[in-house]
Structures are given as C-alpha cells and as structure tokens.
C-alpha cells in the first residue's frame, strides 16, 4: 500500500526524526496531550463494552481534550521557567556534572562516539558532552516537575470541563454526573 508521494514520506519522516532528537519529557508531554486530544475522546464515545448512553459518553470525552490543554499549558510554562533557572544556575556556575569536569581534565573520559562526531575536535567534544548532560538533567528534572503538576492539573481540569460540558451537552442529557 502506497502511503504518499516520496516527498511528503521524507518530509514525514525527517519531521518524526527531529522530533524524536527533541526527546524527554517535552515530547512525552506532546504525545500524551495528543493521545488526549485524539484518541481518548474517540475511545470514550467508541466503547462497544460500555451500557452508558451516547450524551454520557459525550460527556465524559469532553475532560480528555480539556485536561490536555490545560496539562499543556501548565508544563510548557513550567518547563520553560524551570530550564531557565536551570540554564542560569549553570552559567553562573551553581550546577556542574562530574564526568564533565572530569573529562575536561582528562579528555580520553568523552565517549568515542562524540568524540567521532566532533573530528577529534577536543573543545568541541567537551561542549557536546556538557550539552549532553545539562540536556539530560534538565530532562530528569523536568520529569519530576512534570508529575508534580499532575494534581494540580486535575484540580483546575474539573472546574473548568464541566462548564465546557454543559455548554457541548444538554444538562439534562447527563443523567448519571448529576
């Protein structure tokens, strides 16, 4: 089966790859909101094993979209203020990597592969290594401010969706969230 013209295959498949280099928790993040977006509402209304009538279901797969753009938002607004302070504290100094400061003394300590990537390039191979690993702890520490959000999230999602329900279904087609 014929997917698509070559190009728009490339372009399909250089777009994948660069949003797979991106990596972390930013992406985890983008493809849960779109999984809540797309494929939970449709899930939710699609349900072959659930007795509950088509406006309860309705209901109930309008807080999918809603807690992703709220989850969304909530985390790139953190995430962004937090990989700052992060960016900043390294600048200055405050934060420093182990195995950075000691392959800079030792410069045999940075992994062949980068080393490759950089021509033997010794300044280089440092600075890709300490992009490594200020990426990588940004990372991990996005991955907890990302949890710690997750009540917070649900707390502003169930005062907000319900408004938004009442307004896409009839109050009194949802018998059971009364």
Known sequence: MKIGTPKVNQYLAS???????????????????????????????????????????KWAAIKQPVEAVISIAMQIAG??????????????????FKFVEEASKDVSKIPDKIMK??????????????????EIFKDRIGAVLTAATY?????VSNKIYPKIADKLVNKNDNKSAK
Do not use: W
Request: overall charge positive; hydrophobic content about 35%.
């Open 15 to 57: 777009s994948l790859e660069k949003f797979s280099e991106k990596g972390g928790e930013k992406v985890s993040n983008y493809v849960n909101a779109a999984g809540k977006i797309a494929v939970a509402p449709l899930v939710i209304m699609h349900n072959p094993f659930t007795n509950e009538d088509k406006d309860n279901r």
């Open 151 to 155: 009540v917070p999230v649900l707390a």
């Open 117 to 134: 990537a950089c021509s033997n390039d010794k300044d280089k191979a440092l600075k890709m290594y300490k992009e490594q690993y200020e």
């Open 79 to 96: 995430l962004s203020l937090l990989y700052k302070g992060i960016d900043s504290l390294i600048k200055k100094g405050k934060i420093n």
